[in-house]
């Protein structure tokens, strides 16, 4: 167990509909990223926050945002789902934004676009 | 871009070495990770190099040659429990900690 939490763990919904993934980082961890990972592709890095603000950000598309909270939770939202953003979305937390820290991945919700 | 270059399988036999390569061409270079992830879980972090030279740990080794962009990942006396996909990752920015993924290189230990 990683300490980070994530949910739901499933999420089945139809295309152009919206949801919302959430992610708790280990208790200290300031920054929280979201990676997708399809079956055909490696893990894909979406964005990065860091204490609330936005870090870094990688292929995430225009449909997608997220957002980290006061309580330093996440919310990665992903609006008018097609058939291709069916994956494995993870969230991963490290203690800080740069330098030497790992980063600890979460269990991963996997969403199915029907 | 970021092009990062793994083998898509592999297969080797229990108690055997295995050794599992990546290659990197990055925008930017500032260290290089490798993950276990076994099916539909999440990837645990195994090793980590940012110098030249080779890392230990346990039963898991990762080199790294920077001017080659090149690195592997050796697993020694191999156990079933070792069948998974490896991933290399390189931290292509200094200042930030997102990483790049490779596709994983998935393992399959045979008896």
């Known amino acids: 167990d990683s300490g980070v939490t994530q949910t739901p763990k499933h999420l089945i919904t139809a295309t152009g509909q919206r949801v919302t993934l959430r992610c708790s980082p280990r208790s200290g961890d300031l920054s929280v990223y979201w990676y997708q990972q399809s079956l055909d592709q490696g893990l894909q890095f979406l964005i990065q926050?860091?204490?609330?603000?936005?870090?870094a950000k990688g292929n995430i598309l225009e449909r997608f945002s997220a957002q980290q909270f006061p309580d330093l939770h996440s919310e990665l939202n992903l609006s008018s789902l097609e058939l291709g953003d069916s994956a494995l979305y993870f969230c991963?937390?490290?203690?800080?934004?740069?330098?030497?820290?790992?980063?600890?991945f979460g269990p991963g919700t996997r969403l199915t676009v029907l | 871009g970021q092009n990062i270059d793994q083998p898509t399988e592999m297969t080797a036999t229990e108690g055997a070495i295995v050794q599992i390569n990546c290659t990197y061409q990055?925008?930017?270079?500032?260290?290089l990770f490798w993950y276990q992830q076994h099916a539909g879980e999440a990837p645990t972090f195994l090793s980590y190099n940012v110098l030249d030279g080779l890392e230990e740990k346990g039963r898991f080794s990762s080199f790294l040659s920077r001017s080659k962009g090149y690195s592997y990942l050796l697993l020694k006396e191999l156990q079933m429990k070792d069948s998974a996909s490896y991933l290399c990752?390189?931290?292509?920015?200094?200042?930030?900690?997102?990483?790049?993924f490779g596709t994983g290189t998935r393992l399959t230990v045979i008896p």
């Open positions: 990055t925008s930017g270079f500032n260290g």
């Open positions: 991963a937390s490290s203690p800080r934004d740069a330098g030497l820290y790992e980063q600890f």
């Open positions: 990752a390189v931290r292509a920015q200094t200042g930030a900690n997102n990483l790049f």
């Open positions: 926050y860091y204490n609330g603000e936005e870090r």
